[in-house]
C-alpha cells in the first residue's frame, strides 16, 4: 500500500509562485511513477503533469507547460511541482498521483487527499 500526502497549497497573487510537495510512504517510492492533477468542483479531474521512475522523462499539460516543473527526490520519497507565474485558471485542488506499472496497460494507482491552490486576480 502507498500513502500520499500533499502540502504547500495555498492562495497567491496572479503572477506568484507556489511550489507543492508529496511525501509518500509504503511501498519503494523509487518504484513508481509520479504525477500531479487538479479538479475544480463540477469539473473532471485533468492531468498536470508526470515525471518518470528515474526523473529521466518528464510531461506537462500544454496549459502549464514552461511555467510549472515537475521533480522528485527519490531518498526523500517526495515529488514536488513548482508553479510559477500563476493564472486565476490555475486555481483548483490539486491531487498527487503515484502509479506502478505492471504492464504498459495495468498499473495501480494511489492518490493524495488533495491540497487548495487559490490565485487571486
Known amino acids: 500500500q502507498v500513502q500520499l500526502v500533499e502540502s504547500g497549497g495555498g492562495l497567491v497573487q496572479a503572477g506568484g509562485s507556489l511550489r507543492l510537495s508529496c511525501a509518500a510512504s509504503g511501498r519503494a517510492f523509487s518504484t513508481y511513477a509520479m504525477g500531479w492533477f487538479r479538479q475544480a468542483p463540477g469539473k473532471e479531474r485533468e492531468f498536470v503533469a508526470a515525471?518518470?521512475?528515474?526523473?529521466?522523462?518528464?510531461y506537462y499539460a500544454d496549459s502549464v507547460k514552461d511555467r510549472f516543473t515537475i521533480s522528485r527526490d527519490n531518498a526523500k520519497n517526495t515529488v514536488f511541482l513548482q508553479m510559477n507565474s500563476l493564472k486565476p485558471e490555475d486555481t483548483d485542488v490539486y491531487y498527487c498521483n503515484g502509479r506502478i506499472y505492471h504492464s504498459a496497460t495495468s498499473w495501480d494507482e494511489y492518490w493524495g487527499q488533495g491540497t487548495q491552490v487559490t490565485v487571486s486576480s
Open positions: 515525471i518518470s521512475i528515474n526523473s529521466g522523462n518528464t
